[in-house]
Every structure is written in structure tokens, then in C-alpha cells.
């Protein structure tokens, strides 16, 4: 059993930067890649990239230069920094147990834990 819960959306403006935190808990949580996703309304839910047990990364490459993802295995916490976040990033942001990692356009297929999402709403 594996629980997700984010937090640290909330409003920005336009240029501004968040850290999004997900704290992972259960047995197993530490054995899996840990991913990041948004979803827009009215969208499909978009991988951003996903974090494998030995800390190796991936970052979907429309945000890699804004966006970084990271963990604190310690803590068991993962985070997704966004700096210059535009209004196209307004979006309800989502972590994620995976049960691999692999190609970013296929992660919602190794969703095996979602956490409950947290808004982030980007004023201009």
C-alpha cells in the first residue's frame, strides 16, 4: 500500500516559482519511480517526468528548462520546483507511485498510486 499526498499549489503570478511536495508513505513506497503530472481542464492528463529509485531523472522537454524534479529519499518526499511559471502552467498538479520508468508519453500506463492533486492557478 502506498500514500501520496501533495501539497504547496496555490495562486502565482505569471514569472514566479513554486515548489510542489509530495510525501510518499507505505512499505513499498521507496521501491518505486516516483512521477510527476498535470492535467488541464478539459485535457488529458500530461506526464512531466518521473524520478527512478537510484535518483536518476527525466523531464518532459516543453518544461525541462523551468521545471526540476527531486526527492528527499530521507524524508520520503518528492518535489517538483517550477521557476517562471507562465499561465499555460495553470493546471492541477498530481504525483505518482510508477511501477517503471520509462518513456514520459507512456506514464499514465505505469500509474500504480495516485496522490489527490493539488491547483496551481497562474495569474498574468
Known amino acids: 500500500q502506498v500514500q501520496l499526498v501533495e501539497s504547496g499549489g496555490g495562486s502565482v503570478q505569471a514569472g514566479g516559482s513554486l515548489r510542489l511536495s509530495c510525501v510518499y508513505s507505505?512499505?513499498?513506497?521507496?521501491?518505486?519511480?516516483m512521477g510527476w503530472f498535470r492535467q488541464v481542464p478539459g485535457n488529458e492528463r500530461e506526464g512531466l517526468g518521473w524520478?527512478?529509485?537510484?535518483?536518476?531523472?527525466n523531464t518532459r522537454q516543453s518544461v525541462k528548462d523551468r521545471f526540476t524534479i527531486s526527492k528527499d529519499t530521507a524524508k520520503r518526499i518528492l518535489y517538483l520546483k517550477m521557476n517562471n511559471i507562465q499561465p499555460d502552467d495553470n493546471a492541477t498538479y498530481s504525483c505518482?507511485?510508477?511501477?517503471?520508468?520509462?518513456?514520459?508519453?507512456?506514464?499514465?500506463?505505469?500509474?500504480?498510486?495516485w496522490g489527490q492533486g493539488t491547483v496551481v492557478t497562474v495569474s498574468s
Open positions: 505518482a507511485a510508477l511501477t517503471w520508468c520509462g518513456h514520459l508519453s507512456l506514464m499514465p500506463n505505469y500509474v500504480h498510486t
Open positions: 507505505g512499505d513499498a513506497a521507496s521501491t518505486y519511480c
Open positions: 524520478i527512478a529509485t537510484d535518483g536518476q531523472s
